[in-house]
Structure formats: structure tokens, C-alpha cells
């Protein structure tokens, strides 16, 4: 399983990103995939997540509204469209993978994950 992010950069508050996560070696069908961000300083976050075996989406308070998580099954490619940044999501953001299912409750929490991208940096300056 190899995950690899694309498309971070350094934005204005306000503006917007697009994140990339390209997967290889599985199938999105049978995994729950997944953004976390990590500043320095701080524990890893979940930002959000896609599960298949729900059928659901998930986002972190802090991202509702604003940011939208999508993938490309046929590529298999993942998404992370980010909106109205601000500089509070300043950080390293990496997408993750685990067979899922994952409960509900579980589905941010980092320690589930298997799977790990290196992650690409987002800076939103204020």
C-alpha cells in the first residue's frame, strides 16, 4: 500500500487548496480513507474521512462547511477541497488508509490508521 499527497502550498486566509492523495496497491471498496493534519507542536487531528462500508462521510468540527472530501474510485485518487482557509489549519497534512469498517466513534482517530502518506505542508498566511 503506498499513499501519496499533492497540492499543498503556501495561500492566503480566505483563499482555497485542493489536495491530492494518489493510492496504490488497494481498492478504496474495502478501506476507510482518511485526511489527518498535524502543526508543530500538536497531536495528529483527523480532518476527515470516506468510508465505504457506511457510505458516509466524516469532518472534524473545526473543517464543516468548509472543506469537502471526495475521491476518484476508477483513479483511485482522493480529494481534500479546502475553502475559506484559515491560518489555524496551517499544518502537514497526510491522508491515511485502513481495511475498513472502522466504528463510527473511530473514524478521525489516527492510532486506527495502517496506511500513511508523507504528507504535504499547507500554510495559510494571515
Known amino acids: 500500500v503506498q499513499l501519496v499527497e499533492s497540492g499543498g502550498g503556501l495561500v492566503q486566509a480566505g483563499g482555497s487548496l485542493r489536495l491530492s492523495c494518489a493510492a496504490s496497491?488497494?481498492?478504496?471498496?474495502?478501506?476507510?480513507i482518511a485526511w489527518f493534519r498535524q502543526a508543530p507542536g500538536k497531536e495528529r487531528e483527523g480532518v476527515s474521512c470516506i468510508s465505504r462500508s457506511d457510505g458516509r462521510t466524516y469532518y472534524a468540527d473545526s473543517v464543516k462547511g468548509r472543506f469537502t472530501v471526495s475521491s476518484d474510485e476508477a483513479k483511485n485518487l482522493m480529494y481534500l477541497q479546502m475553502n475559506r482557509l484559515k491560518p489555524e489549519d496551517t499544518a502537514v497534512y497526510y491522508c491515511?488508509?485502513?481495511?475498513?469498517?472502522?466504528?463510527?466513534?473511530?473514524?478521525?482517530?489516527?492510532?486506527?490508521?495502517?496506511?500513511w502518506g508523507h504528507g504535504t505542508q499547507v500554510t495559510v498566511s494571515s
Open positions: 496497491g488497494f481498492t478504496f471498496y474495502d478501506y476507510a
Open positions: 491515511a488508509a485502513v481495511r475498513d469498517p472502522l466504528a463510527p466513534s473511530r473514524k478521525l482517530h489516527f492510532d486506527e490508521y495502517d496506511y
